[in-house]
């Protein structure tokens, strides 16, 4: 910097607008590229440890701001008015968004920050900036989301699946999924153990129903909820019948022996059809049967008594029968 250079710039600071195009014009010659000089806070100074590069009083708020230029660590000031011609002056070497927290309430001060990296805010989402490297770059403080200028939401897209909810952890930089029920599992809720292992027996498959909430099993030779159910299992058929499962193991048939009946419990002797003394056999696989009568007996259930030889009694007879 000329000595020509800096009368030039005094003079031009009688007007702050100007102060702020001339300054732009010096930072040509430097690194750090300020643009402009602009308030972040007033009645209020920033206070953060480590930030001070120096203090020094000045006679206009203007000259504060040329000696910051002057310094190419400096990225913005305080200023505290003493009287109408003098101000201490702070040279700090802090820049960026989320800068109130650091401030102390104090009367006719401001504080001001150099046009840096940080003023067009490229930190999204609520991200806080500062700068580095001498004002040539920034950091963004991300809350809840990641990536340079905390545009990243790793919650969105939601990689949680079936209705599962994404809540971010470390510091937006990773996420957890809380899975709609406690049926789907794995980090993404991928993973739904319904049907691992799978609940229904004897070869059956398990699919999901309900959106996952419920299962049913499609069942071979077999039934029930879980195909649990063997329909000839104990076997319902009885005196010897085979049993065989049908309507795809919902139902089931008894091959009887002898016997009749749904379960083969029907035996077509038993009690004894045959009347008066007759001898009662199962004809038909069991399903019939027929007596075998007493001398002087006839009829299907022998209950027909023959009658005496007699002309009328044989005519009597005809009679019955015919
Ligand atoms: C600024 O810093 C980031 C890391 O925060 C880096 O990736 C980038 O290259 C830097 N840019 C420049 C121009 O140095
Ligand atoms: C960040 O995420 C946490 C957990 O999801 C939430 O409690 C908190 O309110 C969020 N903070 C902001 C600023 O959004
Ligand atoms: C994110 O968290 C999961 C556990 O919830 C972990 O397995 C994974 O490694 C983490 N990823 C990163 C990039 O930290
Ligand atoms: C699941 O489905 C079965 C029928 O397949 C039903 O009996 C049961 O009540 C259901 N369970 C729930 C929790 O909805
Ligand atoms: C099973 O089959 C028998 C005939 O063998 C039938 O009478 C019965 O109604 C069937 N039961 C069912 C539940 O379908
Ligand atoms: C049973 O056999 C008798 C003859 O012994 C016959 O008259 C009857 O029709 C048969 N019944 C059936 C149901 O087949």
Same mark, same amino acid.
């Given at each position: 910097m000329t000595i020509t250079a800096t009368f030039l710039i005094i003079w031009t600071c009688f007007s702050a607008l100007v102060c702020a195009q001339a300054m732009k014009y010096l930072n040509k010659e430097g690194e750090i590229s300020f643009g402009n000089v602009y308030l972040s806070a007033e009645e209020n100074f920033f206070h953060k440890l480590g930030s001070l590069l120096s203090h020094q009083t000045t006679r206009s708020i203007e000259e504060c701001w040329f000696k910051c230029v002057q310094n190419k660590e400096c990225l913005s000031v305080n200023t505290i008015a003493?009287?109408?011609?003098r101000y201490r002056c702070q040279l700090l070497n802090w820049a960026g968004t989320g800068f109130e927290k650091y401030l102390v309430p104090k009367a006719n001060s401001k504080f001001m920050q150099m046009q840096t990296v940080c003023s067009p805010h @490229? %930190?999204?989402?609520?991200g806080q900036c500062t700068v580095k490297d001498g004002g040539t770059n920034y950091t963004c403080t991300c809350t809840n989301h990641t990536g340079r200028n905390c545009? =990243?939401?790793?919650c969105s897209p939601n990689p949680c699946q079936n209705g599962g909810r994404c809540n971010v952890k470390d510091e937006g930089n990773n996420y957890t999924c809380t899975c709609f029920n406690q049926y789907f599992t794995g980090r993404n809720c991928?993973?739904? =153990?319904? %049907?691992?292992?799978? @609940? %229904?027996?004897?070869g059956g498959q398990c699919s999901l129903k309900d959106g996952g909430t419920n299962y049913t099993c499609t069942c071979v030779g077999h039934t029930g909820r879980n195909c649990? =159910?063997?329909?000839c299992s104990p076997n319902p058929c009885q005196n010897g019948g085979q049993c065989t499962v049908k309507d795809g193991g919902t139902n089931y048939t008894c091959t009887c022996v002898g016997h009749t009946g749904r379960n083969c419990? =029907?035996?077509?002797c038993s009690p004894n059809p045959c009347k008066n003394g007759g001898l009662c056999t199962v004809k038909d696989g069991g399903t019939n049967y027929s007596c075998s009568c007493r001398t002087g007996y006839i009829g299907i259930n022998c209950e027909i008594k023959i009658p005496s030889l007699s002309t009328s009694s044989r005519r009597r007879r005809r009679r019955v029968i015919g």
């Open positions: 003493l009287d109408k011609s @490229p %930190c999204q989402n609520g545009e =990243i939401n790793v991928e993973t739904n =153990i319904l %049907c691992m292992p799978s @609940p %229904c027996q004897n649990e =159910i063997n329909m419990e =029907i035996n077509m």
